[in-house]
């Protein structure tokens, strides 16, 4: 089945320090990949949608700056929290969706920001 | 009233049982039906997926879908301690934005 890999699975850092995620699809290209967030005994929290080659789309009240988003390439998409802050502590997870429409997202495992 | 109702649980059930769960939704445009299994600081992994009403059968897992009544379901027969999990239930339309549920914890008891 498709993998998607999520690169790193758990980052403790300082407040202020920028952190990059990367998320990357082995077995298909991804033309679309989204990026969650995750709190303790919550569902998922869709907070931007990826397209390759193109600016992200973020959902009403993630900010922007706050989390950087490239989709360079057809398998590769990273996420960078900037200047993170404790508050910013949380489960980050991306997906990728396969040119075919029809097949459902794969997600990758996801990475823990701890932030102190 | 909320796009998609799950009832969080926790579900605790012995081993052996058949293990029912359940999620309603309002979004007649929803085209696609899924569940999605969630162990404990991992992404969620695809257990099921449908487009139509009916039954779809996998191993111990059957995913039920009643378009009439907007509601799905989740079957896990023979039920392990190894299912013990938060189970999803999710949907998405031609736009490919996945609307969730707020997930089931299910546990299940040796």
């Known amino acids: 089945g498709a993998v998607v890999s999520q690169h790193p699975s758990w980052v403790i850092c300082k407040s202020g320090t920028s952190v990059k995620i990367e998320c990357r699809s082995l077995d298909f290209q991804a033309t679309t990949m989204f990026w969650y967030r995750q709190f303790p005994k919550q569902s998922l929290m869709l907070m931007a949608t990826s397209n390759e080659g193109s600016k992200a789309t973020y959902e009403q009240g993630v900010e922007k700056d706050k989390f950087l988003i490239n989709h360079a390439s057809l398998t590769l998409s990273t996420l960078t929290v900037t200047s993170a802050h404790p508050e910013d502590s949380s489960f980050y997870i991306c997906?990728?969706?396969?040119?075919?429409?029809?097949?459902?997202?794969?997600f990758g495992d996801g990475t823990r920001l701890s932030i102190l | 009233q909320k796009e998609v109702e799950q009832d969080p649980g926790p579900l605790s059930v012995p081993e052996g049982a058949i293990v029912s769960l359940n999620c309603t939704y309002s979004n007649s445009a929803f085209q696609y039906f899924m569940w999605y299994r969630q162990y404990s600081r991992k992404g969620p992994e695809l257990l099921m997926y449908t487009y139509s009403s009916g039954n779809k059968e996998d191993g111990r897992f059957t995913a039920q879908v009643d378009k009439s009544s907007k509601y799905i379901s989740l079957f896990i027969r023979d039920s392990q301690p190894s299912d013990s999990a938060t189970y999803l239930c999710?949907?998405?339309?031609?736009?490919?934005?996945?609307?969730f549920g707020g997930g089931t914890r299910l546990m299940v008891k040796p």
């Open positions: 999710a949907f998405y339309n031609a736009g490919n934005m996945l609307t």
């Open positions: 997906s990728a969706l396969d040119r075919d429409p029809h097949q459902p997202q794969h």
